[in-house]
């Protein structure tokens, strides 16, 4: 991966929602990384981690409890970060960069035809083009995908939901963005919607719409199947990052490690057996603890995990957020089942 070209450039980010009482919630925290030009990172971590937040914050737009406070994102050389809010949506959001979000589905105005939706949103962004023009661009688009354009005369209502999810996808990608972000586009499916759609994702890359995709999900057999990479995010920081092989079926992170022990089922073998559950609950991202945030969780903690902040290791095509590293691999990776 090292040798590609980098398409987004993430470094430091922290975002952050402010409450109503003053707190803030400190929701993604100094997460650095790279999206390279083909591929498909997936980002994996239990429901508050941050993922959605991490999503919406990569598009520079930042939506009230939403802020930003620190840290880039490069795009194409441009720090996203620094833009203002009309340059975003009028030469960034769409274009280069298309967020994708969980409630994607609902969000289609079903007063609506989606031709009418798909004109309203391009002539947005370019007056100049025709209603004929933008019709035979969508019609296009809908036949390389393999839906049928007669979709573009229907309302949203009309669609099942797994027509209306290839729909949403196929018109956030109309303008070819660079980067995708996928938030759970697959959660709300039937496992046969679910293949289709996936299917749908692997085409844009190779009818060369997009050129990378960061996916967000629960469901760790999806991840498995469609990424390249996968990034494992906990209280707001990944805490591990690499080679889709190595971090599902070799996960290093005593966190990463709990993670595809507790999810990764049901396979042959496993079926019927009691899963091992993690004890605790994730820190309060209100009052973030010093050192690490697994620490309280973690069956390998020592007092030293408590003392500093954590920052990741590289080794080799993958980086770690833990400072039992050495234990870990000298040790054998695997800790005390979570039973
Ligand atoms: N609008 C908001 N106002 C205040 N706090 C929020 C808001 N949205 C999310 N949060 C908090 O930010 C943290 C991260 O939430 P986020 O939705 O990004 O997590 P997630 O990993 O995407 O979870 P899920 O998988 O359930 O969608 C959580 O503690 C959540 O409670």
Do not use: W
């Amino acid at each position: 991966m090292e040798s590609k070209k980098v398409i987004l450039e993430v470094n430091n980010l922290k975002t952050y929602y402010q409450t109503r009482l003053g707190e803030k919630i400190k929701a993604v925290n100094s997460v650095s990384f790279n999206l390279y030009e083909g591929e498909i990172l997936g980002i994996a971590g239990e429901s508050g981690c941050g993922k959605s937040t991490l999503a919406m914050s990569l598009s520079g737009l930042f939506l009230s409890p939403l802020k930003y406070e620190s840290g880039s994102v490069f795009l194409d050389n441009e720090n996203i970060m620094q833009k203002k809010e009309n340059e975003l949506r009028s030469n960034i959001l769409g274009k280069k960069y298309s967020y994708i979000p969980q409630s994607a589905m609902n969000a289609l105005n079903p007063t609506l035809k989606i031709k009418n939706f798909i004109i309203d949103l391009l002539k947005e962004h370019d007056p100049n083009m025709t209603e004929k023009e933008i019709l035979n661009l969508a019609k296009e688009r809908f036949e390389s995908l393999s839906l049928p354009p007669r979709v573009l005369n229907l309302h949203p209502l009309e669609l099942s939901g797994g027509m209306k999810q290839r729909v949403v996808v196929a018109i956030s990608t109309i303008m070819n963005p660079e980067v995708v972000v996928a938030d759970e586009p697959t959660s709300a499916l039937d496992v046969t919607s679910q293949k289709i759609v996936i299917k749908l994702i692997k085409d844009l890359f190779d009818k060369k719409i997009v050129k990378s995709i960061i996916f967000i999900t629960h469901e760790l057999p999806i991840l498995r199947h469609i990424c390249d990479r996968i990034a494992v995010m906990y209280a707001g920081e990944f805490v591990e990052i690499g080679n889709m092989k190595d971090v599902i079926f070799d996960p290093i992170h005593p966190y990463s490690q709990a993670l595809m022990q507790s999810i990764l089922v049901p396979e042959k073998g496993i079926k019927g057996k009691k899963l091992p559950s993690l004890p605790g609950s994730p820190p309060d991202l209100r009052k973030i603890p010093k050192g690490c945030r697994f620490a309280d969780r973690c069956p390998l903690v020592i007092e030293d995990c408590k003392k500093e902040d954590v920052t990741l290791t590289k080794l080799g095509e993958r980086s770690v957020r833990c400072i039992r590293l050495n234990h870990i691999l000298t040790q054998g990776k695997r800790v005390t089942p979570y039973v």
